[in-house]
């Protein structure tokens, strides 16, 4: 079973910057694609940033130019680099991992990390 773990969240003032981190646990693959969506209340989780094994991205056309996801595919991590916070960017951010292989086919998700942008 894979567990994911995020880190980094927090309180950051509009215009700050902040960076999350994320690794997958559990798999002997390494996975194929991992990313962050983020949910505020009232709203659907959305997809910010996620990027492939080989390299590729996609990003949210709300956080375009403001954010930055890279990764580590030896340690099953993604990292989104957050800059030009702004209020409407205050969610709670989940990682998730897709697997295509073995048993741990599937998306995984860790439990989220709050970053609220506020002054």
């Known amino acids: 079973q894979v567990q994911l773990v995020e880190s980094g969240g927090g309180l950051v003032q509009p215009g700050g910057s902040l960076r999350l981190s994320c690794a997958a646990y559990g798999s002997l693959f390494s996975s194929n694609a991992m990313g962050w969506y983020r949910q505020s209340p009232g709203k659907e989780r959305e997809l910010v940033a996620a990027?492939?094994?080989?390299?590729?991205?996609n990003y949210a056309d709300s956080v375009k130019g403001r954010f930055t996801i890279s990764r580590d595919g030896a340690k099953n991590s993604v990292y989104l680099q957050m800059s030009s916070l702004k209020p409407e960017d205050t969610a709670v951010y989940y990682c998730?991992?897709?697997?295509?292989?073995?048993?741990?086919?599937?998306?995984?998700w860790g439990k989220g990390t709050l970053v609220t942008v506020s002054s």
């Open positions: 990027i492939t094994s080989g390299g590729t991205s």
């Open positions: 998730n991992a897709r697997f295509l292989l073995g048993s741990a086919k599937g998306d995984h």
